[in-house]
């Protein structure tokens, strides 16, 4: 049940695809630590430091407290696009390829 080792304490990153990316900004509204939308109006994960990552498939740190708003913003993301992985074996675990 990949849900449920995701609830443990196990540490999580998130991505975007922003091939995909729509740029509404339903993200940034949820989660406004992590994503933020550049000026070229697609939405990038952001660093502990507040900067943007803007490498391809750059992935973050998702913060404990925060894993309940990277999670909505998964799953309402229209394009389907935010991914949300175990670190340790890089399995998805929340977004358009957790099993
Ligand atoms: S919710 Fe998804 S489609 Fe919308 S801005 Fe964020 S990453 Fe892009």
């Keep these: 049940m990949q849900q449920q080792a995701a609830t443990g304490a196990e540490a999580l990153e998130v991505w975007i695809d922003q091939d995909l990316c729509t740029g509404d900004g339903i993200c940034a509204q949820y989660a406004p630590e992590v994503f933020e939308l550049d000026i070229d109006g ?58």
């Design 42 to 99: 697609l939405a990038y994960v952001k660093n502990a430091q507040d900067e943007l990552l803007q490498d391809k498939g750059a992935a973050t740190p998702v913060p404990l407290p925060l894993l309940t708003d990277v999670v909505d913003s998964a799953k309402e993301c229209p394009g389907e696009c935010i991914h949300v992985r175990r670190v340790s074996d890089s399995v998805e675990v929340y977004g358009p390829e957790a099993g």
